[in-house]
Each structure stands twice: as C-alpha cells, then as structure tokens.
C-alpha cells in the first residue's frame, strides 16, 4: 500500500505531537521540519586550503579543534580566524591561558583590540564557567550577531585540584574534566550563531608497563585530554 503524502502548506500531526511530548519532558534541543534548519554559516580561517578542508571555513554550531606539534601555527589559525570573524561582524571571545597574544602582532593581522573580549586565564572551571555566562550574556545583549570563540590552548588548562595541590580531591581525570567542559559548550550551539575553535598539543605518549608485541612498535600519539 503506498504511503500517504503530507499536503503542502498544511501543519505536520506527528510533527506538532511531537514538539508538545518534547516541551512536557523539558527536551534540551529543538524539534523542527529538516526543511526549517538554517545553514549557521561559516567563518574563514584566512587560509584557503584549510578552507577547502573543513568545508568552507570553521562553521557554526559546531566545534572545530586544531592540534599538532609545538610551533606548528596553531595560535596562529586562531588569530587569522579572530581577525575574519570580526570582519564579518561577529564578536569574537579570546581565552588565552598560554598568556602569548601580542596586541600589536594581533593588530597586523587585522584584530581589532577593542573590540576583542580577552580572557586570560589557566584555570579550567574558570574557563568553561566563564564561556558559559559570556555566550549567553552575548546573546541575550545582541541576539542577532554571532559569536566566536577562540581557547589557545586547551592543552594549558589546569584542572583547580591540581593548582592548588588538593590531591585528594583529584576524583576525576584531567581527561574527564575537558570532556565535561566540552559538552556544556556544545549545549552553546542551542542559541544560533556560536562558533567555538580550539587549539590543542599533539603528545607522544610513553609506554607504561607490559604491551603486546604489535604495539611496541606503533608510534601512538595524543592530544592532551584523550
């Protein structure tokens, strides 16, 4: 039997059912027609190639991170893409917990610094609580402009535990804290136009204890967080 076809123009049932289901369970999300989901655009990282690569330039809505060796440019994709997004009217958020942006180097590279929020801060509660409220207060005071921001580097952000040497209290793995720390960003995206980019250290990791013969041999590598 061929399957019914919805009439143009005329509400979807299951669609509107759903979206009363979903507002009752308090759904952290939207539910919409795929047809009603806007493109969130993108933001050029100032390099073409890396533009071809990620489909046109960092986009919005969704997290963008950037890793590698040290001194490899990864500070400086941040910069160009803090420079592109003011350009195109967005306003951008700079955390900067490696302490190493140079106004007037950032000012060659088109930065306008008074109009960049800068963050300087090593600490990573304070980092994820900070982007939190500032993402928010952001859109709240300009709900039509995007915002983009910019963490150099997440590899440098200390969980407070250690800093302040409460190892006993160290219940959970560096690892785990920026992975909770990046999903509350990504509930960030809910509010239109938010792009968020990362820049992160590629490690090689040490062999601990005994390994299997066919992984002593692998070079492994990791960023710092997994």
């Known amino acids: 039997m061929a399957a019914s076809k919805a009439?143009?123009?005329?509400?979807?049932?299951?669609?509107?059912?759903?979206?009363?289901?979903?507002a009752k369970r308090g759904l952290a999300g939207r539910v919409m027609m795929a047809s009603e989901k806007a493109e969130g655009g993108r933001v050029s990282t100032g390099c073409l190639a890396l533009d071809l690569i990620m489909g046109?330039?960092?986009h919005y809505g969704r997290p963008a991170e950037f890793f590698g060796d040290y001194a490899t440019g990864k500070s400086l994709v941040l910069l160009h893409l803090a420079s592109e997004a003011q350009r195109?009217?967005?306003?951008?958020?700079?955390?900067?917990?490696?302490?190493?942006?140079?106004?007037?180097?950032?000012?060659?590279?088109?930065?306008?610094?008074?109009?960049?929020?800068?963050?300087?801060?090593?600490?990573?509660?304070?980092?994820?609580?900070?982007?939190?409220?500032?993402v928010e207060r952001a859109r709240t005071d300009e709900p039509g402009r995007p915002v983009v921001l910019l963490i150099d580097s997440l590899a440098r952000l200390i969980p407070r535990h250690r800093l302040e040497n409460e190892l006993e209290k160290a219940d959970m793995h560096r690892a785990q804290i920026l992975k909770k720390a990046t999903e509350r960003w990504a509930t960030l995206f809910d509010l239109g136009q938010v792009a968020i980019a990362w820049a992160n250290q590629q490690w090689e990791r040490i062999p601990t204890g005994w390994q299997p013969p066919h992984l002593r041999q692998e070079q492994k590598t990791a960023t710092s967080g997994g």
């Open 7 to 22: 009439s143009k123009g005329k509400p979807d049932k299951l669609l509107a059912a759903v979206k009363v289901v979903a």
């Open 56 to 58: 046109g330039g960092l």
């Open 88 to 134: 195109a009217g967005a306003k951008v958020i700079l955390v900067d917990s490696e302490k190493s942006y140079d106004p007037p180097f950032g000012t060659t590279l088109g930065i306008d610094n008074t109009q960049l929020i800068y963050v300087e801060t090593m600490i990573l509660e304070d980092v994820s609580d900070l982007i939190m409220f500032t």
